[in-house]
């Protein structure tokens, strides 16, 4: 996982994790994250961690970012002791399509090197659709992924133009047949509902579109409005107008609506699949209190209750392994309390809940009154299960809010 950087407590030069943390290593779901931090062009609304060619210059490049990731992977592996075996792996980006087939062949072969695959691991990465092609995804299938993500977003131009996408509608679902052909055995499409000028009719024909492409999995997200981001610069300045939530609602609803008819059930709030094997292991291992090493620029990790994150700039990244030295920036310890309430917000989400017994009393009584308000579903409370109903999803922040 990549995002912007909170406060905590230095991180060790040489990466060391407190015995506490290492103690219950691999009683737990252990995922590996790559973070590619390239992209050919900057989507106006995203706030990732990412660089163009023309913002890094020649102080980075995929080839130091690669020797970077090999170190970093051999520290941890170093830090970790006995290190289990992956059981999942996420490459995300930025573009990880723009390193090309032989580029992320290059990723996963130095994960393999420094921690071996589980036997059936999951192996995901993602892709821009305008960066594939039917060798790309062969490629893919014989180097070991299992699994794709495309960034669609939408299948109306006009959507796309105030994305700042550069694909062309269609070449997501063409993307994605040819992923499918080349073997990939799970494929995902990434909507994005709510840009200011879509209507319903666009994101219905987004839906059908979804649909042909035949995928067994389908993640949608409401935008958002990032400070920093050159969507937020054109909201300020009244160019576009922010998401309503209302709108938003209604949205989220005909996804809903339209995917559930298909056959695809959703089992978080803005996924949906069509079979419990189509569900992205690795992101329930985040949802679940599972451990994770984030490697790359500015990925973020979590082992036995410490979390820590790494600096931000390719070059800073790579300067600090050529060194021998950590690339974290900062990391921090989580209490029991912290724990509790994390485990309140990620659980939650699902569609089998979170179990009653996690909540202290307060929150019980809260969650009896959730029920009374159409946010939690009575009988799953009842077997003790606090799950969200259709209305407690669109609200789901604020019963996080109440049970915590």
Same mark, same amino acid.
């Given at each position: 996982?990549?995002?912007?950087?909170?406060?905590?407590?230095?991180?060790?030069?040489?990466?060391?994790?407190?015995?506490?943390?290492?103690?219950?290593?691999?009683?737990?779901?252990?995922?590996?994250?790559?973070?590619?931090?390239?992209?050919?062009?900057?989507?106006?609304?995203?706030?990732?961690?990412?660089?163009? +060619?023309?913002?890094?210059?020649?102080?980075?490049? +995929?080839?130091?970012?690669?020797?970077?990731?090999?170190?970093?992977?051999?520290?941890?592996?170093?830090?970790?002791?006995?290190?289990?075996?992956?059981?999942?792996?996420?490459?995300?980006?930025?573009?990880?399509?723009?390193?090309? /087939?032989?580029?992320?062949?290059? !990723?996963?072969?130095?994960?393999?090197?420094?921690? $071996?695959?589980? #036997?059936?691991?999951?192996?995901?990465?993602?892709?821009?659709?305008?960066?594939?092609?039917?060798?790309?995804?062969?490629?893919?299938?014989?180097?070991?992924?299992?699994?794709?993500?495309?960034?669609?977003?939408?299948?109306?131009?006009?959507?796309?133009?105030?994305?700042?996408?550069? #694909?062309?509608? $269609?070449?997501? !679902?063409?993307?994605?047949?040819?992923?499918?052909?080349?073997?990939?055995?799970?494929?995902?499409?990434?909507?994005?509902?709510?840009?200011?000028?879509?209507?319903?009719?666009?994101?219905?024909?987004?839906?059908?579109?979804?649909?042909? /492409?035949?995928?067994?999995? *389908?993640?949608?997200?409401?935008?958002?409005?990032?400070?920093?981001?050159?969507?937020?610069?054109?909201?300020?300045?009244?160019?576009?107008?922010?998401?309503?939530?209302?709108?938003?609602?209604?949205?989220?609803?005909?996804?809903?609506?339209?995917?559930? /008819?298909?056959? =695809?059930?959703?089992?978080?709030?803005?996924?949906?699949?069509?079979?419990?094997?189509?569900?992205?292991?690795?992101? =329930?291992?985040?949802?679940?209190?599972?451990?994770?090493?984030?490697?790359?620029?500015?990925?973020?990790?979590?082992?036995?209750?410490?979390?820590?994150?790494?600096?931000? #700039?390719?070059?800073?990244?790579?300067?600090?392994?050529?060194? $021998?030295?950590?690339?974290?920036?900062?990391?921090?310890?989580?209490?029991?309390?912290?724990?509790?309430?994390?485990? !309140?917000?990620?659980?939650?989400?699902?569609?089998?809940?979170?179990?009653?017994?996690?909540?202290?009393?307060?929150? !019980?009584? &809260?969650? &009896?009154?959730? *029920?009374?308000?159409?946010?939690?579903?009575? +009988?799953?409370?009842?077997?003790?299960?606090?799950?969200?109903?259709?209305?407690?999803?669109?609200?789901?922040?604020?019963?996080?809010?109440?049970?915590?």
């Amino acid at each position: 996982m990549a995002s912007t950087l909170p406060e905590g407590e230095p991180a060790p030069a040489d990466g060391a994790l407190p015995a506490a943390a290492l103690a219950g290593l691999g009683a737990r779901p252990f995922g590996l994250y790559v973070h590619v931090p390239f992209c050919a062009t900057r989507c106006g609304y995203c706030d990732f961690n990412t660089y163009t +060619p023309g913002e890094l210059g020649t102080s980075a490049s +995929p080839a130091s970012w690669l020797d970077g990731l090999r170190r970093e992977l051999d520290l941890a592996a170093r830090v970790l002791g006995d290190p289990p075996r992956v059981d999942t792996v996420f490459v995300g980006g930025g573009t990880p399509s723009l390193l090309g /087939a032989d580029g992320l062949a290059a !990723v996963l072969d130095a994960v393999r090197a420094a921690f $071996g695959l589980a #036997h059936g691991a999951e192996v995901t990465t993602e892709s821009n659709p305008e960066s594939t092609s039917p060798e790309f995804f062969a490629g893919l299938a014989d180097a070991g992924y299992t699994r794709v993500s495309l960034g669609m977003q939408s299948a109306a131009r006009h959507v796309l133009t105030v994305l700042d996408r550069t #694909h062309t509608p $269609g070449r997501a !679902v063409a993307a994605a047949r040819e992923a499918r052909a080349a073997g990939i055995g799970h494929v995902n499409l990434d909507l994005i509902y709510g840009t200011p000028g879509e209507r319903p009719q666009d994101l219905a024909a987004s839906l059908d579109a979804v649909l042909d /492409a035949g995928v067994d999995h *389908v993640s949608a997200y409401a935008l958002i409005v990032e400070e920093g981001t050159a969507l937020a610069r054109r909201v300020r300045r009244g160019e576009l107008p922010m998401p309503d939530d209302d709108v938003l609602a209604d949205r989220y609803e005909q996804v809903d609506a339209g995917l559930s /008819a298909a056959g =695809l059930r959703w089992y978080e709030v803005s996924n949906w699949a069509s079979s419990d094997a189509a569900r992205c292991r690795h992101n =329930l291992g985040y949802w679940l209190g599972g451990d994770w090493w984030g490697a790359g620029p500015g990925a973020h990790s979590h082992v036995g209750g410490v979390r820590w994150w790494n600096v931000k #700039h390719p070059a800073r990244y790579a300067a600090l392994l050529a060194e $021998g030295r950590s690339p974290a920036a900062g990391r921090e310890r989580l209490s029991a309390d912290d724990q509790r309430v994390e485990r !309140v917000l990620l659980e939650l989400r699902l569609a089998e809940g979170l179990p009653v017994d996690a909540l202290d009393r307060p929150a !019980v009584a &809260e969650a &009896e009154m959730a *029920v009374r308000d159409g946010l939690l579903d009575g +009988p799953a409370l009842a077997a003790g299960r606090c799950v969200l109903t259709s209305r407690g999803r669109l609200l789901a922040d604020a019963v996080v809010r109440r049970l915590t």
